[in-house]
């Protein structure tokens, strides 16, 4: 069984954004929310490096765990996506969260910020067909298809490597040696609990 | 995100890149950007976490990655949890105890028939409304804590999210009047609730709920002040930290959320657990004390009792609030 | 911060309704789980999938029941990269976007815009139907009246001022076929004054690379990149500019180890991954070019065999790079001389080797002279016309190299034919209009051959006296098709000139600046036209590829595409029996095969003659066969593409028929002619000859040198001459005895064409394709086989010399460096000697202390109206900025993100958002190029017709950039000018 993870390979990420917008483009996505978002770490500077982020789809996921009324869930390909139905927009994910993925459609916590929306590995939502219902919610269901998450599908340098674990961490490592350098599996040992050696 | 947050944030890209730029002196020497390349792991031993510039207008965004928010749930799910089951199960079985032990604090010479206004309308109002938010805050605030543990496996997710969705809005909505009625209390109330020598004394005696004894007090004995500035400053606690909740991230960071999270949670747990002892007292725990706050008017007998310099002073008034009325 | 909010309750809405569903459905948590059980079941296989994933029809918003889901493919519309748009159709809706891994191009990645433009045919922000301004007013009218006002408008001020005041700006977004349908209309209309973005991007790299060795475009290609050990990119950031071509250098950079120098004054989105960064001066390239060919010279580095058999007078250049001396390079650029010469060993040493060149090398005053000193650098050292090699300049726009190709520019027909009398007969013959009809057309026969105005100073023809014009009137009318009003320098000056004009049509998918920077009342017509995407055409990526795109959707709204638009002009204008004679039109909808047929028939010089619409079709059909690397498709590909070249990069030689597979690298000796190999073209004449006056024996006399100008012992693979040899006409080749390989009816054509002297009859401007036929069949290149010219005598610095920006923070230096005589030029008076002057006296430099440079986001392009509208990307960058270094902006009390006003040396000014950051060094700035819709502090929203404003606006850079043009060819100077900032 596969185990779905995403990996960044900072020293192809030029901050192009198309993931970020691959993500809007295929999900529709409103104004506000970005499942996905890239930073650009020491600015400016030699040796800066930019990273893509979104949700990793955590190992023993942080947010699961602080979610009151456990709208999570952990598919078997290692996805963890969320019920927006039994949501209740209270915000512990995203303090939970050690990568900001959970995001809200309105800024302030009154009344209700809404339900929270994050990265679904571009796996959909609870109900894995690919219905308007489903679409509006949660965006399409591309793994059901059989394919993998647009924004990594559309990295203008595949810097944004999206698949199993097993095979992203070999193709990075394969990298790391062909080239002389990385500058790391960003988040991987918060995410995941491991490092891919260099 | 407020002007503040995002000024820290860019300080800290700063002090970030001048460390940099200072290491490499002869930058103009020899500019390799590949080989000075920043290292993840690198970062977060120096940093413990890693932001940098983005061009989001949401500059918390800025931060990519926080592993220090992953332990927050240690506290939300362990600690807070055991904080809260202590406090307030301790209480509620301390109190058990003490009842099966002690059983009501009677009115010692009975009741005289004759009553004294210990709290006015307004008073009373203030109190009760305080009070009916702080229930509903309370256990609105338990199900958030407790509430998958004990609720869900007895009901469906989708009726339990409508539970939890409602008790989130009225945590929000009468979390106002529960502040309004906080600032009340610690307006109308703070003349009596001066801690003075007499408290000393009434501590020293134990405020005679052990043994069967009845130290002087004023309007309020040391056990009522501590109520008091347990409301006070609990509900100041408590309101403060939840507004910065309700309100994320105007002026604070995620480990600021955090923490206030953390007070909202144990003052909270400690607040209900002293509330429970303030129930128990007001209710069953002694006879003649829930006139107070239900009719206001208490027996001249319980108020010799246990307000004793009170009610000498509310006699010496000379416009005696004691009615020479019967009781019924 | 901006939160469109609207959107979002409609989508919430929808989102309750849903909600009830599921909950009426009865979603408990066992269902839940088992639903998310099923799906692991689904997905069992998915994890022995390649990171490519297996691919499948549907995708994107749910298609409607029952809706059949088309795949279209067609080419992005933003840089000039060339990545393919896979586009997912369900009854006539663009419902999803999936990414095209067959194109060796991009290989299904995207950059942000070209992963956002399906947003471009949702439209929310569109011109929804034609608009003119009543009063003020925008408003609605239909075509019929558009079209029918604005041709009688037009022929008014033809018959008052005469056709050259009626100015054509178009377009490098157009396809192809409707950059050449421009270009031919403003020949139908009868004036030279047309342009497009080329102008202010690449003009003076196409003068100055053509003038080096034949053809002014990228010698190789993106992908060819790969190959390279050393690349240099100078003046360009294409992490953001041009995103996608990043995979591709990187990659390469990561395969070979190779050595990546940027050479930039920011410390840029790709001078990040670089191994060497050298930062420079804006404006210094030619010193710093200088600086490291001082090194290579000094060393021996230089490759002295290819200097002798492939290079003209590389001495004139030696005698100006000895002077560039370590200590002076460094005076001047401030750049260390010990690490030019490390850049210097990597360049000549490590090879292959490629240079990199954009806009910092491009814009400005010295743009041409920058280019040809690049050129040098690579002749020096043998880097061009080899796998790895060449100058790789990266275009801007989707169809920059396209619509410079097809003659989009002031001095030339389609395809470089240049003006001359021979060039208009030539199209003439190839279009069968009568030349006295077209001539008749221009205000007279010496206005038919003069270079007209470019777009840079159209305003300064529409505002200066109309004496100073070298024209009948002044420019009274612009005709503008898809070109930002934001993008060309001294904008108060353009606000000047719009508000001047008799006439202005936009013709374009959104209003664009042109309609909202004036105080214009009346006489402005906005016709909504089409993207690419709802267009069938052609497009040329950078690398000369040519790639077919698909109409995805039909034009949404009221827009028309650009060639009904111009059929519908030229049929009220009373030529369009005329201009599409051999076009076919249905319901006024010329057919885009049609042009590019006709394109094919008279594309010769520079081989646009065999991308037939048939092959283009087959190669994007069959994209998944053409090599990373060598862009080349197997021999035992499918027929109809086998050996091709992906997207036959020119020159494809010949008619279609010979099916020439395109040239991935220009100049490749070690390819035969018929494999896409080359030689340098033998354009500029067999020797130069150069006369002096000498003393001898107290007496003067003439004294005449000869310097040969054709190849010395090299020439492509197989070539049946071993030497250099000049251009073929039918002469040569009957002096060769090839004219018998002719056939009948190509030896007819030519006698036809040639009339009483057939022997002059060049290959260019043979019809039948004859002469490049045969004399491929013999390996050889019918453009001759010459050396480039290291000194370009015709230029105006025949050897590049260092010149200082008209504004420059060194006034000190201007005395040794002065800019270039006041002239006449291009129609209009060129005063740059005379502002310089005048800065340097009035001390500007003091004034303005912080130089200022332009460039690119990544998020945007060009004018940015369409992706400032554009709702996923305009979230990403909400203000116009200008980036200044730490140290400037502590010492003006600056915070970052605070607004401050920066005012440029013209007086102008522009407030934005301060991006206080260490990638401008200390005494720069840069702001990027692309916002508008505010102007020296107000907030311009309201001009724009309602609900077509662009999300996102903000002040131009252009609002402050100032005076300054390349004599060659009219570039202006937006990379080097001088600018003061203060707190807001």
Same mark, same amino acid.
């Given at each position: ?42 600015? =400016? ?65 009154? =009344? ?87 | ?21 200072? *290491? ?74 003490? #009842? ?72 929000? #909505? ?8 906080? $600032? ?9 609730? $001066? ?32 109520? #008091?500035? $347990? ?48 129930? #128990? ?18 027996? *001249? ?28 | ?23 009426? &459905? ?51 519309t ?48 569109r011109l929804k139907y034609p608009m003119k301004l009543v009063n003020g007013q925008w408003t609605r009218v239909s075509w019929e009246t558009a079209i029918n006002e604005i041709g009688d408008k037009m022929q008014a001020i033809r018959a008052k001022s005469g056709p050259d005041s009626v100015y054509w700006l178009g377009s490098a977004k157009f396809s192809n076929e409707g950059a050449y349908l421009n270009r031919k209309f403003a020949a139908y209309w009868g004036t030279n004054n047309v342009d497009h973005q080329a102008r202010i991007?690449?003009s ?26 050393? +690349? ?13 071509? +990043?995979?591709?250098?990187?990659? @390469? ?13 920011? +410390? ?45 007078? /590389? ?51 010295? &743009? ?29 726009h989707c169809n920059v190299q396209g619509a410079t190709d097809l003659g989009l520019d002031i001095g030339t027909l389609p395809l470089y034919y240049g003006l001359v009398p021979g060039a208009w007969a030539h199209w003439a013959r190839v279009w069968e209009t009568d030349l006295n009809w077209l001539k008749a057309r221009f205000a007279d026969e010496k206005m038919m051959g003069a270079v007209g105005i470019p777009s840079t100073r159209w305003f300064d023809a529409a505002t200066l006296?109309k004496e100073?014009v070298t024209q009948n009137d002044n420019i009274k009318a612009m005709m503008v098709f898809g070109h930002g009003g934001?993008t060309v ?5 353009a606000k000047e000139g719009i508000e001047k004009l008799d006439l202005l049509v936009v013709a374009d998918p959104h209003p664009t600046t042109w309609a909202a920077l004036s105080?214009r009342k009346d006489n402005t017509y906005l016709l909504p036209t089409g993207t690419q995407f709802e267009c069938d055409g052609s497009r040329t ?8 795109g698909?109409q995805?959707?039909k034009p949404i709204f009221e827009s028309k595409n650009d060639y009904e638009v111009m059929y519908l002009l030229a049929k009220k204008l009373g030529f369009e029996k005329e201009m599409f004679k051999n076009i076919k039109v249905e319901n006024n909808q010329p057919l885009a095969e049609d042009i590019l047929r006709e394109i094919n028939r008279g594309g010769?010089s520079t081989?646009y003659?065999?991308?037939?619409p ?86 003067? !006399? ?58 002059? !009859?060049?290959?260019?401007i043979?019809l039948? @394709? ?10 050889? /290149? ?44 291009f129609r209009v ?33 060009g004018g940015?109206e369409e ?55 200390? @005494? ?20 724009y017709p309602?609900?077509t ?21 009219g ?14």
């Amino acid at each position: 069984m596969a185990r779905m993870k995403f990996l960044c390979d900072a020293d192809r990420c030029i901050e192009c954004n198309a993931c970020v917008t691959a993500c809007k483009n295929e999900h529709e996505v409103p104004w506000g929310i970005n499942r996905r978002r890239v930073v650009t770490i020491n600015d =400016g500077l030699p040796g800066e490096r930019s990273v893509s982020m979104a949700c990793m789809h955590c190992t023993d996921a942080p947010c699961a765990a602080v979610c009151p009324v456990n709208c999570f869930f952990t598919t078997a390909d290692g996805v963890v996506l969320h019920s927006k139905d039994l949501c209740i927009g209270c915000g512990y994910c995203f303090y939970a969260c050690p990568f900001g993925a959970p995001q809200y459609p309105r800024v302030g916590n009154f =009344g209700s910020r809404g339900k929270m929306d994050k990265c679904t590995f571009c796996a959909g939502g609870p109900d894995p067909a690919n219905t308007q219902a489903n679409f509006t919610q949660y965006g399409t269901n591309r793994l059901a298809e059989g394919k993998l998450p647009l924004c990594a599908e559309m990295c203008s340098t595949k810097s944004l490597l999206a698949g199993d674990g097993d095979i992203i961490a070999k193709i990075y490592k394969e990298r790391v040696a062909k080239r002389g350098y990385g500058s790391g599996a960003w988040g991987w040992k918060t995410a995941y609990r491991e490092t891919i050696a260099g | 995100m407020t002007l503040q947050t995002r000024i820290r944030t860019i300080v800290g890209v700063f002090a970030i890149a001048f460390a940099v730029a200072f *290491v490499t002196p002869a930058a103009a020497q020899s500019v390799n950007p590949t080989a000075s390349s920043v290292n993840e792991e690198k970062l977060l031993k120096e940093l413990n976490q890693i932001s940098g510039r983005c061009t989001l207008p949401n500059q918390t965004a800025c931060n990519i990655e926080i592993p220090a928010n992953r332990e927050w749930r240690d506290f939300q799910q362990v600690t807070l949890r055991w904080i809260a089951a202590i406090s307030i199960v301790g209480v509620f079985a301390l109190l058990v105890i003490f #009842y099966l032990t002690r059983g009501m604090v009677k009115i010692e010479s009975g009741r005289s028939g004759r009553t004294v206004t210990r709290f006015n309308g307004y008073e009373r109002f203030v109190h009760w409304m305080t009070a009916t938010c702080f229930i509903i805050l309370a256990l609105s605030g338990l199900n958030i804590t407790f509430g998958k543990a004990l609720l869900l496996p007895i009901m469906s997710p989708e009726a339990f999210t409508a539970i939890s969705q409602w008790g989130k809005y009225f945590h929000n #909505y009468l979390s106002f009047p529960f502040t309004i009625g906080t $600032i009340m209390i610690f307006l109308m109330w703070i003349g009596g609730n $001066i801690p003075n020598k007499t408290d000393i004394e009434w501590a020293k005696r134990g405020g005679g709920i052990v043994g069967k004894d009845h130290p002087p007090a004023y309007r309020f004995n040391g056990g009522q002040k501590m109520i #008091y500035w $347990i409301v006070v400053l609990g509900g100041a606690a408590v309101a403060i930290s939840g507004y910065i909740l309700m309100f994320p991230f105007y002026g604070t960071t995620v480990s600021g959320v955090q923490l206030a999270q953390i007070v909202h949670g144990i003052v909270a747990a400690l607040f209900i657990a002293a509330m429970l002892g303030h129930i #128990y007292i007001g209710t069953i725990g002694m006879e003649g004390a829930f006139e107070a706050m239900g009719s206001g008017e208490v027996d *001249v007998n319980w108020a010799k009792e246990h307000h004793k310099l009170w009610l000498e002073e509310e006699m010496g008034k000379g416009s005696p609030r004691a009615k020479a009325q019967p009781a019924e | 911060m901006l939160i469109k909010r609207t959107e979002r309750e409609a989508r919430r809405s929808q989102l309750a309704a849903s909600l009830s569903v599921n909950s009426s &459905g009865g979603m408990n948590r066992r269902t839940f789980l088992r639903r998310s059980g099923l799906a692991a079941g689904g997905l069992a296989a998915v994890g022995a999938l390649p990171l490519a994933g297996a691919r499948h029809a549907e995708a994107g918003p749910v298609p409607p029941a029952g809706a059949k889901i088309e795949i279209k493919r067609n080419i992005c519309t933003h840089c000039s990269v060339g990545c393919t748009v896979v586009a997912e159709v369900a009854n006539g809706v663009w419902i999803g976007q999936e990414s095209g891994y067959e194109s060796p191009i991009n290989r299904g990645s995207h950059c942000a815009k070209g992963a956002a433009v399906r947003e471009l045919v949702h439209g929310d922000r569109r011109l929804k139907y034609p608009m003119k301004l009543v009063n003020g007013q925008w408003t609605r009218v239909s075509w019929e009246t558009a079209i029918n006002e604005i041709g009688d408008k037009m022929q008014a001020i033809r018959a008052k001022s005469g056709p050259d005041s009626v100015y054509w700006l178009g377009s490098a977004k157009f396809s192809n076929e409707g950059a050449y349908l421009n270009r031919k209309f403003a020949a139908y209309w009868g004036t030279n004054n047309v342009d497009h973005q080329a102008r202010i991007c690449h003009s003076t790299t196409v003068t100055g690379v053509a003038n080096t060795w034949g053809y002014g475009a990228q010698t190789n290609s993106y992908n060819d990149i790969r190959n390279s050990k050393t +690349l240099i990119i100078m003046g360009g950031n294409p992490a953001e500019a041009h995103p996608v071509s +990043l995979q591709h250098l990187l990659e @390469g950079k990561e395969n070979k180890r190779a050595n990546f120098i940027v050479i930039e004054p920011r +410390l840029t989105r790709t001078a990040a991954h670089a191994t060497e960064y050298v930062r420079i001066r804006s404006g210094t390239d030619i010193p710093v070019a200088w600086g490291i060919m001082h090194h290579i010279f000094k060393n021996g580095w230089e490759d002295k065999e290819f200097i002798a058999q492939r290079v003209a007078d /590389m001495d004139l250049v030696r005698k100006e790079v000895e002077k560039w001396t370590p200590e002076e390079v460094e005076r001047v650029t401030g750049v260390p001389g010990e690490q030019l010469a490390r850049v210097a060993k990597m360049f000549a040493t490590e090879k292959p080797s490629t240079l990199i060149w954009c806009m910092g090398a491009t814009q400005h005053t010295v &743009g041409t002279s920058n280019v040809r000193a690049f050129c040098n650098l690579l002749l020096a050292t043998g880097n061009v016309g080899k796998v790895g090699t060449g100058a790789n300049i990266f275009r801007g726009h989707c169809n920059v190299q396209g619509a410079t190709d097809l003659g989009l520019d002031i001095g030339t027909l389609p395809l470089y034919y240049g003006l001359v009398p021979g060039a208009w007969a030539h199209w003439a013959r190839v279009w069968e209009t009568d030349l006295n009809w077209l001539k008749a057309r221009f205000a007279d026969e010496k206005m038919m051959g003069a270079v007209g105005i470019p777009s840079t100073r159209w305003f300064d023809a529409a505002t200066l006296p109309k004496e100073r014009v070298t024209q009948n009137d002044n420019i009274k009318a612009m005709m503008v098709f898809g070109h930002g009003g934001n993008t060309v320098t001294r904008m108060p000056k353009a606000k000047e000139g719009i508000e001047k004009l008799d006439l202005l049509v936009v013709a374009d998918p959104h209003p664009t600046t042109w309609a909202a920077l004036s105080e214009r009342k009346d006489n402005t017509y906005l016709l909504p036209t089409g993207t690419q995407f709802e267009c069938d055409g052609s497009r040329t990526a950078s690398n000369r590829s040519l790639q077919w795109g698909e109409q995805i959707v039909k034009p949404i709204f009221e827009s028309k595409n650009d060639y009904e638009v111009m059929y519908l002009l030229a049929k009220k204008l009373g030529f369009e029996k005329e201009m599409f004679k051999n076009i076919k039109v249905e319901n006024n909808q010329p057919l885009a095969e049609d042009i590019l047929r006709e394109i094919n028939r008279g594309g010769f010089s520079t081989g646009y003659s065999g991308q037939s619409p048939e092959r283009l079709k087959a190669h994007m059909k069959h994209q998944d066969k053409f090599d990373l690397v060598t862009l080349r498709a197997a021999k035992d590909a499918p027929a109809e593409i086998a050996g091709d070249y992906y997207g036959l990069p020119w020159p494809c030689w010949g008619t279609p028929q010979i099916r020439h597979p395109g040239s991935h690298t220009l100049y490749n000796t070690n390819l035969h002619a018929k494999d896409g190999g080359g030689t340098f073209r033998a354009r500029f004449g067999v020797e130069r000859v150069v006369k002096t006056k000498v003393m001898e024996d107290g007496k003067e !006399v003439e004294k005449e040198q000869r310097f040969n100008l054709l190849a010395e012992g090299s020439y492509s693979l197989g070539s049946e001459l071993k030497d250099g040899y000049p251009e073929f006409t039918y002469g040569v080749l009957k002096k060769l005895g090839w004219d018998k390989d002719l056939t009948d009816a190509e030896r007819a054509t030519i006698e036809k064409i040639g009339g009483n002297n057939p022997d002059g !009859v060049g290959w260019a401007i043979d019809l039948s @394709g004859g002469i490049i036929r045969v004399t491929l069949e013999h390996g050889v /290149m019918a453009y001759g086989n010459g050396k480039a010219r290291a000194a370009a005598w015709n230029l105006p610095d025949p050897v590049p010399v260092h010149r200082e920006p008209i504004y420059t923070p060194r006034p000190e230096l201007v005395g040794k460096f002065p800019t270039y005589a006041n002239a006449q030029r291009f129609r209009v008076p060129d005063i740059g000697f005379d502002v310089q002057k005048a800065a340097v006296d009035k001390g500007v430099a003091k004034q303005f202390p912080l130089v200022l440079t332009s460039g690119r986001l990544v998020e945007y392009e060009g004018g940015g109206e369409e992706t400032r509208s554009n709702k996923w990307l305009a979230e990403l960058q909400q203000d116009s900025f200008i980036e200044i270094n730490p140290a400037d902006a502590s010492e003006r009390g600056i915070r970052d993100g605070q607004w401050v006003w920066v005012s440029g040396a013209e007086n102008a000014r522009a407030r934005v958002k301060a991006l206080v950051t260490p990638r401008v060094g200390k @005494g720069v700035t840069w702001m990027p190029f692309h916002f508008a819709g505010w102007f020296q502090g107000v907030d311009q929203r309201k001009n724009y017709p309602a609900g077509t404003d662009p999300i996102v606006l903000g002040e131009s850079v252009n609002t402050v950039t100032t005076y300054g043009f390349d004599p060659a060819t009219g570039m202006q100077e937006p990379k080097a000018t001088l600018c003061q900032v203060a707190a807001a």
